[in-house]
């Protein structure tokens, strides 16, 4: 479908909106993780991520998916969720570029289907990427799925990650909504049906231009932006202020993120 | 899922933590800038653009051939905010894609800021400013040079992003022989990545900067006058010098896991018995095949065809090829800040209003 | 007895956009605890004098707050600016830009927080501004998945939350529901009998008898008119005159041409 960046932008315009409305509304929810603080959350399952990037055994990497599957469950994240937004990606991306891993690796030859010489090196190789994403992206998934945003920035800042910069990172999520309404009503008005019709130079004209128009809304926003923050104090430095306090559960969620992450990297190693 | 965006898994930790420990100064210099300017308007526009890349990585650009692409924004974003802004604000769009998008992962972070924030800014504000040099703002002189820009900077950014890739199963295997992480060496990861980048992912990021530019020269050219406020003096480059220094000095350390040799990958040690043994050794006892495997000749020879040229110094040999991916990381970005450093910088400064 | 020094004096406050002049000759005082209403047409000049009014931008003439001169050179002290800000909060029309924090719990603290107030009194005040803003169970709420009316309730209180004795609204029931609408005039009601000073840009020349006790009348950057606001609303001349109100025809079905006049309400359609 030639004239179809339209609509496929549209589609991920709405694809990264509905996503975050579904992220939230899982954090808003009960569950296991939902419960848990953010700090403890982001660094345990930052923790378990590098466990899941370090392990050389294809055991522990089971294991840690196993662990990331019963975290989901336990947290109510719907099958749905994880297999659209983390599995079928990662397999897909990841499986492809393993594929010819198969072949192309060399070492013991343990079997010749259609003629190409699959290594036992190859294969274990293959699991071992495909089995890392997964697992990664699952872990990481959690912690977006079951944390309010504005928990996580505090949590990174708690961190010491820069005031600015958490500033700036807030700043940067919730414009994104606001372009992203933006790009797709500037979109819509540009759905048509003679589209199609149109020299490939001047849907490419039209595609850049709305680039452009949504460039130039940025930067006004911005300037828009910047009085509205000075009308309210700011005068140059940037300030914050976390009201999180940890509980009981809290640190036996944080003892068992560590243990398990220990674990995994000892049995791994 | 773009190729550039490098996920958890495909990186050995410690590659990561190399990345990350490199990128660090550069944010440190970036953010103190930030901080320098705060009292103007850059905190929200850092955000706002970073918000704008974001949102344009979604844009399905229709290319030359009837297919269409995505870009990356990085072209546009050094030409908006110069290269420190960008560097932040492409930082800042990584990170919300790895963390609610699952595009690029959470320990690779550092890499890809490292290859598309870091060295993908610096190259198009570095490509930029010597192409459009002193060309008036609404010359078609500066379309093109944003479109080489974005175009330069994006292979930049794949080629640093396949060297890293590439010297995975150089170091890190089990004893088995098993790659552990990314499976492909240099000579299948550079051109596998670049092929793409260098056609179609190269092309949709030289359409965006160059349509954005010819889009704002006709309606709005005080973006292209950059809108990131001049800065009064230079701030000092010292931390950046460190984490340089840092890097090259843990270069060796990575060498030092490199254990297993490169030639175990090429072809042509098939037919070596040294090697032949070393990769009996080190694969259970299993003799390998005295002939070069069916699937691996035949690809090989596919993938090494354009680069048989250049790659036999360093390719053969993985204490070399880790080092030149350390080195040609820092060089192409000591080279841009450097070119930053020029006389382009003091054009700007009064530009801004 | 000398009358009280009005709150803002501004005497031939003039303003440029670049080469197009937005403020032409303001002269103008606006009176302690009285509310004021600034009515005209887009670009009548309505929302440069807010931000004129709150610092954030400055243009040439002179413009007085408190009964001394306010120039940028004054803001650029802390302590000043701190008082000023303080004292003096501004609503932009836009809640995009108003909001501009990941939460609105984050929203609300920000205003606080930049005024250096210790961590305990911005959680009991922003507490109390949730409460009396109806904002509760929003705590962690970004503000894409707030409704518009939740968003303006926001954006109000991220300005009462500092208790404010000025507060400046720029067009603050363009764009709402009919719910949201009365929420927003409740509370300028409220502040009459001299509880705030309010200055309220609109269009809107339905509320204007509600929430107002001296109208301004602006038509390209200057001041056409005042009064109170039932011999403003009264004034069909006047209002013709500056755009506030326009013809409307109706075809009856008899055929018969109808044309009367219309207050235009901005995001209520025609009344």
Known sequence: MRAGFVERTLEDLHRATDLAVVSERIADGPGLLQRIDARVKLAGLAALIVAAAVARSLSVLAGLFALAFALALASRVPIRTLATRAWIGALVFSGAIALPAIALTPGRVVGRPLGIEVTLQGLRSAAFLVGRVETAATFALLLVVTTPWGRILAALRAFRVPVVFVVILGMTYRYVFVLLRSAHDMFVARRSRSLGLLPASERRRLATATAGVLLSKTYRLSEEVYLAMQARGFRGEVFAMDDARMRGTDWIAALSFAAFAGTAVWLGR | ?353 | ?271
């Open chain 2, 1 to 353: 899922m773009a190729p550039m965006h490098i996920p958890d898994g495909y990186l050995s930790p410690s590659t990561c933590a190399a990345l990350y420990a490199a990128s660090a100064p550069f944010w440190a210099v970036a953010l103190r800038r930030v901080r320098r300017l705060l009292l103007t308007r850059f905190v929200p526009l850092v955000s706002l653009v970073a918000a704008f890349s974001f949102v344009v990585m979604m844009f399905n650009l229709p290319l030359p051939g009837g297919t269409t692409g995505h870009a990356v924004g990085i072209g546009i974003a050094a030409i908006v905010l110069g290269p420190w802004g960008a560097m932040l604000a492409v930082s800042v769009a990584l990170l919300i894609q790895a963390l609610f998008f699952g595009d690029g992962g959470i320990t690779t972070l550092g890499a890809n800021v490292f290859n598309m924030a870091i060295v993908g800014s610096l190259t198009a504000s570095a490509c930029y400013r010597l192409l459009a040099a002193r060309a008036p703002l609404i010359s078609p002189r500066r379309v093109a040079a944003a479109g080489i820009a974005g175009y330069v900077a994006i292979n930049a950014s794949a080629l640093c992003a396949a060297l890293q890739l590439g010297i995975q199963p150089l170091v890190f295997t089990d004893p088995t022989g098993t790659p552990l992480y990314a499976p492909y060496p240099l000579h299948i990861a550079i051109p596998a990545m670049m092929i793409g980048h260098l056609t179609l992912a190269g092309l949709a990021e030289f359409v965006l900067s160059a349509g954005i530019v010819a889009y704002l020269q006709t309606s709005d050219l005080e973006l292209l006058r950059g809108a990131a406020p001049a800065r009064t003096a230079a701030p000092s480059l010292r931390p950046l010098w460190i984490g340089l220094a840092m890097l090259l000095i843990l270069t060796p350390l990575g060498l030092l896991a490199a254990g297993t040799a490169w030639s175990e990958w090429s072809p042509a040690a098939f037919a070596d018995p040294a090697s032949r043994a070393q990769i009996a050794a080190s694969s259970l006892g299993a003799a390998p095949p005295a002939h070069v495997p069916a699937g691996l000749g035949r690809l090989a020879s596919v993938w090494a065809a354009p680069l048989r040229g250049y790659s036999a110094p360093f390719v053969r040999n993985p204490a070399l090829a880790y080092a030149m991916t350390a080195l040609l990381g820092a060089g192409f970005a000591l080279l841009a800040v450097q070119l930053l450093r020029g006389p382009g910088v003091r054009s700007r400064a009064g530009a801004a209003d």
């Open chain 3, 1 to 271: 007895m000398n009358a009280p020094v009005p709150l803002f004096e501004l005497d031939s406050l003039t303003f440029r956009y670049d080469e197009v002049v937005a403020l032409d000759g303001v002269t103008l005082a606006i009176p302690r605890g009285k509310r004021i209403a600034l009515l005209g047409p887009n670009g009548s000049g309505k929302s440069t004098l807010l931000r004129l009014l709150d610092g954030l931008e400055f243009g040439s003439g002179t413009l007085r707050f408190d009964g001394a001169e306010f120039t940028e050179e004054r803001l650029r002290d802390e302590s000043f600016a701190n008082d000023f800000r303080r004292r003096v909060g501004l609503v932009f029309q836009n809640p995009d830009v108003q909001l501009f924090n990941p939460s609105v719990f984050a929203e609300l603290a920000f205003g606080p927080l930049q005024l250096r107030w210790s961590p305990a009194t911005i959680r009991e005040r922003v507490a109390a501004a949730m409460r009396e803003m109806d904002l509760e169970g929003l705590r962690d709420r970004p503000p894409h998945r707030l409704s518009g009316g939740e968003k303006k309730r926001v954006a109000l209180a991220s300005v009462l939350v500092v208790d404010p004795e000025v507060l400046l609204l720029d067009e603050p029931t363009a764009a709402l529901d009919p719910r949201a609408q009365s929420q927003v005039i409740d509370l300028l009601v409220g502040w009459g009998e001299g509880a705030k000073t309010t200055v309220t840009a609109t269009q809107d020349l339905g509320i204007v008898e509600d929430i107002a006790d001296l109208c301004v009348v602006f038509s390209a950057g200057r001041v056409v008119a005042q009064g109170t606001p039932s011999e403003i609303v009264g004034d069909e001349d006047l209002l013709r005159r500056t755009g506030l109100l326009h013809e409307h025809r109706h075809v009856h079905a008899d055929g018969s041409v109808h044309v009367h006049p219309h207050l235009h309400r901005p995001g209520r359609g025609h009344s």
